[in-house]
């Protein structure tokens, strides 16, 4: 079974970058499609962006340009570039694998915490 670790959260000001990182363990990770959840305490769980086993990317409204999200299948990694952070970027991030044609398994999450 696919086991999935976010790592690299942190504290930023607002127009900061900061990147996260997702590593998978088991499974064929190549196969899998994969992405990032977010969700703020009072608010509804939010895609933020996904990529496809063959690097289709697709991204929330409130992310795009901003955010890019990027897999290196011979690292079994899934990353996340944030650029330009707000505040409403605040939540914890959730990097997920699609099974069966949706999202189906999570990792721990990743604190992004954007403020002054």
């Known amino acids: 079974q696919v086991q999935l670790v976010e790592t690299g959260g942190d504290l930023v000001q607002p127009g900061g970058s900061l990147r996260i990182s997702c590593a998978a363990s088991g499974g064929i990770f190549s196969a899998y499609n994969v992405g990032w959840h977010r969700q703020a305490p009072g608010k509804e769980r939010e895609l933020v962006a996904r990529?496809?086993?063959?690097?289709?990317?697709n991204y929330a409204d409130s992310v795009k340009g901003r955010f890019t999200i990027s897999r290196e299948n011979a690292k079994k990694m899934v990353y996340l570039q944030m650029n330009s952070l707000q505040p409403e970027d605040t939540a914890t991030y959730y990097c997920?694998?699609?099974?069966?044609?949706?999202?189906?398994?999570w990792g721990q999450g990743t604190q992004v915490t954007v403020s002054t």
């Open positions: 990529i496809t086993s063959g690097g289709t990317t």
């Open positions: 997920y694998v699609e099974l069966f044609g949706r999202p189906s398994l």
